[in-house]
Nanobody, 123 residues
Framework: QVQLVESGGGLVQTGGSLRLSCVAS????????MAWFRRAPGKERSLIAS????????YYTDSVKGRFTTTRDNAKNTVYLQMNKLTPEDTAVYYC????????????????WGQGTQVTVSS
């Protein structure tokens, strides 16, 4: 049974930064694509970033390009999301997810999920 545990969320002011971490246990995830989703209040959960198994290929949705960076350390079974220049529009619950067969835009195609961590950006 794979477990993902996110951490690093919290309250930050506009323009600030946070780094989220997601640690996997129960499985060596070095062959899995990983992704970050978020669910803002009143909105559906959506993909914001993904990273290939090797870390060599990344994807970012337009709204976070240039501000967010996802990386992974397979030796530590950990994926990260560095978030800079945060705005109130980034307020959401952030989830990490893993997929055994490559990245996908669709949350339904991910095989395992973390519990989420709240990020709140004040104006």
């Amino acid at each position: 049974q794979v477990q993902l545990v996110e951490s690093g969320g919290g309250l930050v002011q506009t323009g600030g930064s946070l780094r989220l971490s997601c640690v996997a246990s129960g499985r060596t995830f070095s062959s899995d694509a990983m992704a970050w989703f978020r669910r803002a209040p009143g909105k559906e959960r959506s993909l914001i970033a993904s990273i290939s198994a090797s870390g060599g290929v990344t994807y970012y949705t337009d709204s976070v390009k240039g501000r967010f960076t996802t990386t992974r350390d397979n030796a530590k079974n950990t994926v990260y999301l560095q978030m800079n220049k945060l705005t109130p529009e980034d307020t959401a619950v952030y989830y990490c997810a893993g997929r055994l067969r490559g990245s996908s835009y669709y949350s339904s195609q991910y095989d395992y999920w973390g519990q989420g961590t709240q990020v709140t950006v004040s104006s």
